[in-house]
């Protein structure tokens, strides 16, 4: 399961020193170098999905441009089922994704990784969280080029510590 921002896409309202590669209302959206190469990477071997603390027509319009042809999602979640919770040192909030939720959808939580720039919106799950640095819309980022090894690595990690239990 994927994030959106910062993750998988850079939205922002300032200019950056290329074009954006879609546009959302009044935001440049950046797509990550190499999305297309890890998704096609990923796909034989895990069901994908998206969940994300953006708004419902972001995700929808985002899961469009960024997935199309190239990998089906088993499903893509906005802030409607994240949990907020007041964040204590700034006085906000967070969206906390409680992969519990997921088992809805068919999966056990031990069986599912999350991709994401946050650590602090896994904080339930933490064992399920795959860490990614944050997206900023740079040419020359590489992070999805180690993913896929990344999350195969994971999931037997995973595998092996719920074997037996």
Same mark, same amino acid.
């Given at each position: @399961?994927?994030?959106?921002?910062?993750? +998988?896409?850079?939205?922002? $309202?300032?200019?950056?020193?290329?074009?954006?590669?879609? !546009?959302?209302?009044?935001?440049?959206?950046?797509?990550? /170098?190499?999305?297309?190469?890890?998704?096609?990477?990923?796909? /034989? !071997?895990?069901? =994908?999905?998206?969940?994300?603390?953006?708004?419902?027509? &972001?995700?929808?319009?985002?899961?469009?441009?960024?997935?199309? *042809?190239?990998?089906?999602? $088993?499903?893509?979640?906005? =802030?409607?089922?994240?949990?907020?919770?007041?964040?204590? %040192?700034? %006085?906000? &909030?967070? &969206?906390? $994704? *409680?992969?519990? $939720?997921?088992?809805?959808?068919?999966?056990?939580?031990?069986?599912?990784?999350?991709?994401?720039?946050? /650590?602090? #919106?896994?904080?339930?799950?933490? !064992? %399920?969280?795959?860490?990614?640095?944050?997206?900023?819309?740079?040419?020359?980022?590489?992070?999805? +080029?180690?993913? /896929?090894?990344? +999350?195969?690595?994971?999931?037997?990690? @995973?595998? #092996?510590?719920?074997?037996?239990?």
């Amino acid at each position: @399961m994927f994030d959106l921002d910062e993750t +998988l896409v850079h939205a922002t $309202k300032e200019r950056l020193d290329r074009k954006p590669d879609f !546009r959302f209302e009044d935001y440049g959206v950046f797509i990550r /170098p190499h999305l297309r190469f890890m998704l096609e990477a990923i796909a /034989p !071997r895990f069901d =994908i999905a998206v969940w994300s603390s953006a708004t419902k027509i &972001y995700v929808e319009s985002a899961v469009k441009q960024l997935f199309g *042809d190239v990998a089906e999602l $088993k499903f893509a979640w906005s =802030i409607d089922r994240c949990v907020q919770r007041v964040e204590p %040192n700034s %006085n906000g &909030y967070v &969206y906390i $994704k *409680d992969l519990r $939720k997921v088992q809805g959808q068919g999966y056990a939580v031990e069986g599912i990784l999350i991709v994401d720039d946050s /650590p602090e #919106k896994i904080v339930r799950q933490p !064992r %399920n969280h795959v860490l990614i640095s944050a997206f900023t819309g740079a040419e020359d980022d590489d992070a999805l +080029l180690e993913l /896929p090894a990344r +999350l195969v690595h994971a999931a037997e990690v @995973m595998k #092996k510590s719920t074997v037996g239990n």
